[in-house]
């Protein structure tokens, strides 16, 4: 898995800077955007099971999209840095 990171950041840096930052971007969104819509998913079954724990389940929802978020904001750092 290591060998397919540094094959692609390999290859963005040498692919040229508009498309390798948007190589290095896209793939990094990938797995934020899968995590938020599995997050996002599973708090809504739970509050279609539980109402009166929606609250409570939306709040957590909330700080887990956060997270994941953040996961995508480092990406989008990472964009800027690859010359």
Do not use: C, D, W
């Amino acid at each position: 898995m290591t060998h397919l990171f540094g094959l692609l950041a390999q290859a963005a840096t040498n692919i040229g800077t508009p498309i390798g930052k948007g190589l290095v971007y896209g793939l990094g969104a990938i797995g934020p955007g899968i995590g938020i819509g599995f997050l996002v998913g599973k708090s809504v079954e739970a509050m279609a099971r539980q109402p009166e724990a929606a609250g409570m389940v939306r709040t957590t929802m909330f700080l887990g999209i956060a997270f994941v978020e953040a996961l995508a904001l480092f990406g989008f750092v990472l964009s800027f840095i690859v010359k």
